[in-house]
């Protein structure tokens, strides 16, 4: 059985860094999609970060130059550095992965999710 296991995620202030981990266990995904999402309360799940399988990085323009998506296929993990924070970064940040590689950013082309792990960023 597959799972994606999200961690790292916290209460840290405005202008503070985290750094979100995500382990895969049940099958390796060094060939696809890796990807980043987020929901705040009240809205729908948005797009962070997608690396694909040559390590080519995409970014919402509300995260660039903050956000650094990064994977190691060796450890099957991929992670997101987040620098900078914004109270509006507060969310559940999910983990997923693309088997299909299709696209990277539209949360229906993901076929594999973890459980969310929860940002909070104080003014």
């Known amino acids: 059985q597959v799972h994606l296991v999200e961690s790292g995620g916290g209460l840290v202030q405005a202008g503070g860094s985290l750094r979100l981990s995500c382990a895969a266990s049940?099958?390796?995904?060094?060939?696809?999609?890796r990807g980043w999402f987020r929901q705040a309360p009240g809205k729908e799940r948005e797009f962070v970060a997608a690396i694909n399988w040559s390590s080519v990085t995409y970014y919402a323009d509300s995260v660039k130059g903050r956000f650094t998506i990064s994977r190691d296929n060796a450890k099957n993990m991929v992670y997101l550095q987040m620098n900078s924070l914004k109270p509006e970064d507060t969310a559940v940040y999910y983990c997923?992965?693309?088997?299909?590689?299709?696209?990277?950013?539209?949360?229906?082309?993901?076929?594999?999710w973890g459980q969310g792990t929860q940002v909070t960023v104080s003014s």
């Open positions: 997923a992965a693309n088997t299909l590689n299709i696209g990277y950013s539209t949360p229906a082309l993901y076929n594999y």
């Open positions: 049940g099958r390796t995904f060094s060939n696809y999609v």
